[in-house]
């Protein structure tokens, strides 16, 4: 009811809001991160953190080798830090290694590590800064998991984009591996209209408006 956080567990990074203690790494006593106030929601990757706010602002913490955190400064953070690409945003994910937003108009931002088109940029990269994903609009939910990434739409259809090795992307992985990234954000065959989508390591559901589970 506060909007206050509370982490625990490993802060190798910083992850946990508090400063980095080589001596006492792992922390089973929950810390008050004092920096954040009216949090609504929280989204966790491998080791980072990130936070959003009643006002759609979004803060990030934790390891920041990959970019993860959405700042200029490659570097790990135990203190919150703003995401200033990002405004009027109503719901936040994570990966391992990336993060991605919803703004209220419909429209999907990621940033983190690219390696496998988890970001939905022009290129490969380690660092990706804060981009908006192309080719899907309209969008209603988010999903984040492993180096894959999934939106559903407000029409009830679910694109995903990022690894695809597995076929966590929903599309068909060929023995050459020619589809093991998928770049864009492809629409998955899903035969009934979803209202949400979670997305693992390496495989994903998602849930129907008529409360049918499909992975």
């Known amino acids: 009811k506060t909007g206050k956080v509370h982490c625990w567990g490993l802060n190798s990074f910083g992850q946990l809001g508090v400063?980095?203690?080589?001596k006492n790494l792992e922390k089973y006593k929950s810390s008050e991160i004092n920096?954040?106030?009216?949090?609504?929601?929280?989204?966790l990757g491998d080791n980072h953190s990130c936070a959003l706010n009643k006002t759609g602002e979004v803060f990030c913490w934790g390891d920041n080798r990959e970019g993860q955190l959405g700042s200029k400064k490659i570097q790990e953070s135990a203190q919150p830090t703003k995401v200033t690409a990002?405004?009027?945003?109503?719901?936040?994910?994570?990966?391992?290694?990336?993060?991605c937003a919803l703004n209220t108009s419909g429209e999907?931002?990621?940033?983190?590590?690219?390696?496998?088109?988890?970001?939905?940029?022009?290129?490969i990269e380690d660092i990706s800064p804060v981009t908006q994903v192309q080719g899907v609009r309209n969008v209603k939910q988010i999903s984040a998991g492993g180096m894959t990434s999934c939106a559903v739409t407000v029409h009830g259809d679910v694109f995903c984009w990022g690894d695809n090795t597995s076929g966590q992307a929903g599309q068909l992985n060929t023995s050459e591996e020619q589809n093991s990234k998928i770049k864009i954000p492809l629409q998955i065959e899903i035969p009934k209209k979803i209202d949400s989508v979670t997305v693992g390591d390496i495989h994903t559901c998602a849930l129907s408006v008529v409360k049918t589970v499909y992975c």
């Not at 920096?35 to 989204?43: T, V």
């Not at 405004?87 to 993060?99: E, F, P, Y």
């Open 19 to 22: 400063n980095i203690d080589p």
């Open 35 to 43: 920096l954040l106030e009216n949090i609504i929601s929280l989204a």
């Open 86 to 99: 990002l405004s009027k945003i109503m719901m936040i994910t994570a990966g391992q290694n990336h993060s």
């Open 108 to 123: 999907v931002y990621c940033w983190g590590d690219n390696q496998s088109w988890q970001i939905g940029g022009n290129r």
